[in-house]
């Protein structure tokens, strides 16, 4: 009876907590992921502007589809918010926009939003910040720095890999 009585107890107690578990795409939050940015400190002679675009780029493209394969969020389509993103691109930058990536969310439908800014000192010292705010809120609920070495393809794609699955681990939600 005593052993009856505890399962009851203790399934009682965990009952609760299961119901309100959200991971991956159970929690059904959609993210919407923008833009990375580079701030280059590191007064190279050699113009690597294009190849930062098409890095910033790649690893845009890489960190959505990681999530969404993780099943981590629902990401969601940036078609809806193209022309608007690429407007606020000419004037400044998403980090100095004054809450832009909340009102392009909104429009997207997402409930949160991805942004992230990589900073450059020099060709082997280099570091990713990534951000992920509510969007009903503007409440920041993620932000982390990683620090990587190498501006090669490779050590982009390795940073951008290692925080998909650091997120996708335990999602901020």
């Known amino acids: 009876m005593t052993l009856d009585r505890r399962r009851f107890i203790v399934?009682?107690?965990l009952f609760p907590l299961a119901a309100h578990a959200q991971t991956g795409p159970k929690a059904g939050k959609r993210l919407l992921v923008l833009d990375f940015e580079i701030i280059d400190t590191s007064n190279e002679p050699v113009d690597q502007r294009a190849d930062h675009a098409r890095r910033l780029a790649s690893v845009r493209d890489e960190i959505a589809a990681g999530l969404?394969?993780?099943?981590?969020y629902v990401v969601v389509d940036r078609a809806s918010i193209e022309k608007d993103l690429a407007e606020i691109l000419d004037q400044t930058y998403i980090?100095?926009?004054?809450?832009?990536?909340?009102?392009?969310?909104?429009?997207?439908?997402?409930d949160l939003v991805l942004t992230g800014v990589f900073n450059k000192v020099s060709t082997l010292i280099?570091?990713?910040g990534v951000s992920i705010a509510r969007v009903s809120t503007g409440e920041l609920i993620y932000h982390q720095g990683?620090?990587?070495?190498?501006?090669?393809?490779?050590s982009w794609a390795r940073a951008s890999k290692f925080f998909v699955e650091r997120i996708a681990r335990d999602p901020a939600i």
């Open 126 to 128: 280099l570091s990713m």
């Open 95 to 110: 980090r100095t926009c004054n809450g832009c990536e909340l009102t392009l969310a909104k429009k997207a439908g997402a």
């Open 146 to 154: 990683f620090d990587f070495r190498g501006d090669t393809d490779q």
């Open 11 to 13: 399934g009682a107690t």
């Open 68 to 72: 969404a394969a993780h099943q981590t």
